[in-house]
DNA sequence: TTCTATTTGTCCGTATGTATC
DNA sequence: TGATACATACGGACAAATAGA
């Protein structure tokens, strides 16, 4: 036999494919949302599909968030769109911000002000709002060498917290986390490329106009409040962010 | 033993039961990470309970990130401990990417080639796999200007789209996904801030020394092979990677 | 209120396919 | 090749929730 293999068409599974015809019906508009799906005995009528594999079928658009079933009401349509085609699933916080554990913060400043308009971009309240600002330099714990300078910005309310978080190791949202029970329910972070400036520079041990990664994190509690938020500046050749995502449905 | 017969009093359904029992299981150490669990025969002799609600329970294991299910193979645990923390949801790998669907990829030069040994890190194969590299500008639909230096590397097996890349608009893993029906199951994204050489400055219409983010990307298929590898410089300025993730499991 | 029809949820039985060792 | 283990698919029965008469 010549060049490729002969391989065997791979036909998907039954309850598959009645999953694809329904999510192609929710996209296409035939079944619009918020209107209702074919109960099950319908499909197994119309399809000539046992129970099992109507049920199996309707779990898939479930749990793609394309639909929602509700006993003794019936199947209906939630979305038109999946719910997510992709998932980053992290262990912790820690892990978005490939945090280094072994580090400790080291406080040059503090600060308590009110937020100007201008500050309302990076802190996203309204002005006037009070926060505390904590100037500093991240160093790992075996080295002289810092390899941050990371500004941090508190509500003025975990201002009790401020003994002790000089000095602390590893991450202050864990401590705020902790100190003043408000879990962390969301986080984001935005990264930009820059260059230092001349005091960057100096304060990293580096030159004007190396390669520098910006970040800037943000930390919200159960109720959408901002707990947290930090500024950022690293070494561009000490810092990588990497991330991946995996695609959870495979309709 | 399991309460079998429901009665008045509100039961967790058996295949929950079974689930919550082997979850503790789990947690105990009594089958330890790494371990295998029952197999589904076992579970219905033990339990006397029927097939389809041994499977349920798995499922149930399954989707919580507990155990891997492999036929031929078993059911073996994964973690102890929960499966995720925080998440981070997208609709698409654009929405990871950033990706400005309005562009277009002109191609500057075509090169086949084998894998060297520097080139591993990377490619990510064995040395002697052959590529195709890609080098090339992207451009906003709308503008004369360049916004990203962007080489591609893709396994000699796509060479046959070569000529649909060309001047393909949007991106090019999108292309390959559907030209060549291989799903991309995962991607993961690098990203590093650098400067611009003298080089990369021209192509970019910069200046040399400007702050720039290099993005590498690889695109895996459903079987972990690799897809696609891009390798992109941003201009500093015009390029923000923002990302966020939820706290999943309330607990 | 009570009753009934409808719809999904749970649970069982059985058989065959497919991947792995 | 055979044995094992999960995946798919058929069948039936009853329970629980809901909506409407």
């Known amino acids: ?85 992709y998932v980053q699933s992290l262990g912790s916080l820690d892990d978005l911000l490939h945090y280094a554990h072994d580090t400790r913060y080291e406080i040059e400043g503090v600060r308590r ?62 401590l705020i986390e902790e100190r003043f029970n408000v879990p962390i329910a969301r986080a984001s972070q935005e990264l930009q490329a820059v260059t230092l400036s001349a005091e960057e520079a100096t304060l990293l041990d580096a030159k004007p106009g190396d390669a520098a990664m910006r970040a800037i994190r943000r930390y919200y509690d159960t109720d959408g409040k901002l707990v947290e938020v930090s500024w950022n500046l690293y070494l561009g050749r000490l810092f990588t962010h990497s991330s991946w995502v995996d695609r959870e449905n495979r309709l």
Chains 1, 2 share one sequence.
């Open 113 to 174: 002000f009110s937020a100007a308009a201008s500050d309302l971009a990076l802190l996203q309240g309204k002005a006037g709002d009070r926060w505390i600002k904590l100037t500093g330099r991240r160093y790992q714990l075996l080295s002289d060498r810092p390899f941050s300078i990371t500004v941090i910005y508190l509500p003025i309310r975990f201002e009790s917290a401020l003994d002790e978080i000089r000095d602390h190791r590893g991450a202050i949202y864990a």
């Open 1 to 85: 036999m010549i060049g490729r293999k002969r391989r065997k068409a791979k036909v998907q599974p039954l309850y598959q494919q009645v999953a694809t015809q329904l999510r192609q019906g929710i996209e296409s508009g035939h079944y619009p949302v918020g209107g209702p799906l074919p109960t099950e005995a319908m499909l197994c009528a119309d399809l000539n599909i046992s129970r099992h594999t109507a049920r199996d079928a309707l779990r898939l658009l479930e749990e793609a968030g394309y639909v929602s079933r509700r006993r003794g009401v019936g199947t209906y349509v939630l979305s038109n769109r999946p719910k997510r085609a």
